[in-house]
């Protein structure tokens, strides 16, 4: 659909970034996806092109602006390479960055930051423990002050891009119990009492790398504190907006190709003497899967309206989030159905998509957090 939110700037940037995935990206993604990681070059080439850079000043190698369409074509062009883990494997820093960018110290934004967003080195966001990840506000692992340090102690888990990346956002708490008691570090890989391994065989996103990350008495220097002590959980919480917003945009990428490949069989494919595509039943579906994307992407421009001219818009983008992720369940599962026993193969981009529906539905907040979230930021 025409978006009436489109200037010039976002459509060449948008251009910019279909075209790097259609080149660069979607001819090797099956093969990368089998082989579980993607080549490194793939950063350094997205860093190249400015896609972290939104948000962070232009000292530290950031854009010195911020858009959130650009965020949201960003997210939904990558999407369209039908990989979920081509995203997800240069995205751990996504959803760092904006926490380094606000809360860490010059020292660390000076010589992190332009390493990150260049694509040389990756950074990750760490909040979910194996004792769980929704329930953000008790988060176990514990950071002691000892002198001119912070001695952390406590795991984390399903952590993307925890296997390669050099610097990691992490809560832990520093004071008492539930959402006052929280605070964000920075932590590097070399630091010691620090260490990682990586998760076993997943469902989908299979060449992202997502590792379980283990702090024994790992000790950082107080600097490494990010923002105030025991106010990270606001922090958390207001960073997993655009991490949503992004996520609704990527799930976005993925309905438009579960259309456009499932159309492409239906014109192909024949039975009963005639081309699928002219079975009522069949152009039924095609009906039902484009209007949940017409709703998804009016939804999704609205937002990134709202985002641009603030205050954040919480409730809608906790909905949004659910409805897109029913929304490209249905989708996927009625591109599949067209395809048949030929969507069932492996290679297949809507068997992809099919089987990385659940990470959507569940990661950065699954559907019954941001249901409850919604709810309580309408004050019902
Ligand atoms: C591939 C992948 C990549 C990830 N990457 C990262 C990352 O980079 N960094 C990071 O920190 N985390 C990451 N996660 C973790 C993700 O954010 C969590 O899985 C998610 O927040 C849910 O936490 P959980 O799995 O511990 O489920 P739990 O919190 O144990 O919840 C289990 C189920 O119960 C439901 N539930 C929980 N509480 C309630 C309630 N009060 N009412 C109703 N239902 C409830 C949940 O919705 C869920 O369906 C990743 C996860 C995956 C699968």
């Known amino acids: 659909m025409k978006n009436p939110f489109d200037t010039p700037e976002r459509v060449a940037f948008r251009d910019t970034i279909r075209s790097f995935v259609a080149n660069e990206i979607t001819p090797y993604a099956d093969d990368w996806d089998e082989a579980g990681q993607i080549p490194w070059e793939i950063h350094e080439k997205l860093g190249a092109l400015g896609v972290w850079g939104f948000g962070i000043d232009e000292a530290y190698g950031g854009l010195g602006f911020d858009d959130c369409f650009m965020r949201a074509a960003y997210a939904e062009e990558m999407a369209r390479c039908a990989t979920g883990g081509v995203a997800a494997a240069v995205g751990g820093r996504s959803i760092s960055l904006d926490p380094i960018q606000r809360l860490a110290s010059e020292e660390i934004k000076a010589r992190a930051l332009p390493k990150i967003l260049s694509g040389r080195q990756g950074s990750s966001l760490g909040i979910t423990e194996p004792g769980g990840g929704s329930d953000v506000a008790n988060v176990?692992?514990?950071?002691?002050?000892?002198?001119?340090?912070?001695?952390?102690?406590g795991s984390k888990t399903f952590i993307t891009g925890g296997m390669t990346s050099e610097y990691f956002v992490v809560a832990a708490r520093t004071g008492g119990p539930g959402l006052t008691g929280?605070?964000?570090?920075?932590?590097?890989?070399?630091?010691?009492?620090f260490s990682r391994t990586a998760l076993p065989r997943k469902m989908g996103w299979w060449c992202s790398d997502q590792a379980k990350l283990h702090f024994d008495d790992a000790r950082v220097s107080a600097e490494c504190l990010m923002g105030e002590?025991?106010?990270?959980?606001?922090?958390?919480?207001?960073?997993?907006?655009?991490?949503?917003?992004?996520?609704i945009a990527g799930m976005l990428g993925m309905m438009k190709t579960c259309f456009d490949s499932a159309l492409d069989w239906a014109r192909e494919r024949e039975?009963?003497?005639?081309?699928?595509?002219?079975?009522?039943?069949?152009r039924h579906k095609f009906a039902d899967i484009s209007a949940r994307i017409d709703a998804v992407e009016c939804y999704l421009n609205q937002i990134c309206w709202m985002v641009n001219e603030g205050p954040m818009p919480v409730a809608e983008i906790c909905k949004a989030k659910v409805f897109t992720s029913k929304a490209l369940e249905?989708?996927?599962?009625?591109?599949?159905?067209?395809?048949?026993?030929?969507?069932?193969?492996r290679g297949n981009p809507v068997e992809r998509i099919y089987r990385e529906v659940k990470v959507m539905a569940i990661g950065g907040g699954s559907e019954e957090i941001m249901r409850d979230l919604a709810v309580r930021q309408m004050e019902l």
């Open 330 to 345: 249905f989708c996927a599962s009625e591109a599949m159905q067209i395809f048949g026993g030929a969507g069932y193969l």
């Open 229 to 247: 002590e025991d106010c990270g959980f606001l922090a958390v919480m207001e960073n997993f907006n655009l991490e949503r917003v992004a996520l």
């Open 140 to 153: 176990t692992t514990t950071a002691r002050r000892d002198g001119n340090h912070w001695v952390l102690n």
């Open 182 to 193: 929280v605070s964000l570090f920075f932590v590097e890989a070399n630091t010691p009492g």
């Open 271 to 282: 039975t009963f003497g005639k081309k699928l595509i002219r079975h009522q039943v069949i």
